[in-house]
């Protein structure tokens, strides 16, 4: 009876030796140009998000400060109608 680790050499190897032939040597320079492209992309896609995030947290700001002025406006204009009222 074989041991549990020879079993697995086995398997190990018929496993390589199926992929071996089902790529062959052009399969594996695919499979390498295909992990690249997907590398690549994915540092595209991180990118791309990073510069959303940046410009979501831009627009923001820029509407909480519009917030603040019209809040300010409003008080002025306020103001201005207890004064002319009385």
Do not use: C, P, W
Not at 13 to 31: H, I, K, N, P, Y
Not at 59 to 73: D, F, P, S, V
């Amino acid at each position: 009876m074989k041991s549990f680790g020879q079993l697995t050499n086995e398997q190990i190897q018929r496993e390589d030796d199926f992929l071996s032939r089902l790529m062959g040597q052009a399969g594996m320079e695919d499979l390498a140009y295909f992990e690249a492209d997907l590398s690549e992309r994915q540092k595209q896609v991180l990118f791309e998000i990073t510069t959303e995030i940046e410009d979501t947290e831009n627009a923001l700001r820029q509407a909480e400060q519009l917030i603040q002025r019209l809040k300010k406006h409003l008080e002025q204009l306020k103001g201005l109608q207890r004064v002319l009222s009385k």
